[in-house]
């Protein structure tokens, strides 16, 4: 770790100074004089391309930013990952989710142990599986076929699992069903169950400890489904697998650990999704994609891991955003889908991004004195559009916005993907350079509305364009936004890989359980507000 605290680096006071200078200038303006900004301030890795033209940024901007993810030895920590050191240092684990797409013929040694090994072993097992449940091998406890899958997860056993799911449908077996069940609320696992039959149907048990709260609950309500339908404990061999690292704890609640996949404490769960969290998106595209969609995390991981600074897509965009959060106080990002596939993707990278980044400590415990993580967010377009793009072209804040497009649609349907896609460049165009008040003025615009019809501009975009929604392509994405995390959480100095502040809240909610729950009128001590609400819900269930 770099001794020198962030805001102390010469780096960043050059960048202050530079902000000073630059953070007025317009957009419009930097094209005007530079026409070739365009191409040049582009970058492309695994058949990805991303324009970042439209940011506020000059090319000494760029080389003040790589100066500081220098300083912040961003190369060095970045190899420790690649090497299975413990820079998740709150939880002294290594950080590994790079390996879980490493090929066959890699080979990675921790603590002794070839990681790519294991990796592979599970990876073989989940394909036998799959094979089995997708060609109907796989038999249910009457003798029938597998026909309807339930995930139940939650956070990263299910957010991965479901996006991966809607993000390649069009490559799934049709003639399965996929339902996630994640909420503890019951409505959850009502809806996604009220039309199914349990002789058919295999839920898979998603959970990193497999002592979650909300998937315990839900198991075990599913596995009273199943026994309730099909008169016998004996049911649940072959209508529940397990994907968990704990296999003590998926033994008590009754799988057999045969029919369990594992993976290892060094998969963050919000980094999971390619480890064997994803066997619903296994059983729903088949072995063979999946090894595709894993070649594509990979091949982002290589480019991460090689390229130059300035042509590392990661590097560019994280370091755009801390140059945004943190001298342009920035508080949001907007994350825009232009494929109706993606439309789970910005739920997926919120919990990635603000789980991961929204610490306020330094690896060494100092409070750290400048923001982190910004509020991710976003819907896939055009639908925003109609909705809050009204905000970002005119509202008071700035918030800069990644627009995904891709060249081919995955159902062409006469017009529309040269529609859809005429949006992606105007909205980008829109947003950089907007409407001045001559031009306003030059439509003949009446006096009294030309300040409403005015648009600032200057609000950047990246704009990241793909031939087509591929599984290989959704790897590259998530990859690529996985080390965006990384490199933001490297120049914030935090740790990105744990979650501290989600545990508070369970520990209350256990004490507060029973209390709702009991029959006699519980002896409340917390404060007056809680205990108001306790006794209100008690007078309402
Ligand atoms: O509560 C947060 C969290 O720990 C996430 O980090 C994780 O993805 C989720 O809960 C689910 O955890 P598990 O897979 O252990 O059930």
Redesign the pocket.
Known sequence: MPTTPLRDRASWKALERHHAEISGRHLRELFAEDPGRGERMSAEAAGLYLDYSKNRVTGETLNLLNDLARESELEQRRDLMFGGERINTSEKRSVLHVALRMPRDAELVVDGADVVAEVHEVLDRMAEFARHVRSGQWKGHTGKPIRNIVNI???????GPVMAYEALRHYSKRDLNFRFVSNVDSTDFAEATHDLFADETLFIV???????L??LTNAHSAREWVVAQLGTDEAVARHFVAV?TNAERVAEFGIDTANMFGFWDWV???Y?MDSA?GLSTMLAIGPEHFGEMLAGFHEMDEHFRTAPLAENLPVIMGLLSVWYVNFFGVQSVGVMPYEQYLKRFPAYLQ?LTM?SNGKHVTHDGAVVGYDTAPVYWGEPGTNGQHSFYQLLHQGTRLIPVDLIGFGKSLNPLGDHHDLLMANVFAQAQALAFGKTEEEVRAEGTADDVVPHRVMEGNRPTNVLLAERLTPQMLGVLVALYEHIVFVQGTIWGIDSFD?WG??LG?VLAGQIAPELMSDEEPELAHDSSTDTLIRRYRGLK
Request: net charge negative.
């Open positions: 997860g939650i956070g990263g056993s299910d957010l998603s959970s990193k400890t497999f002592g979650t909300e998937t968990s963050g769960g919000r999971s969290i919990q789980e979650q989600v545990e369970k």
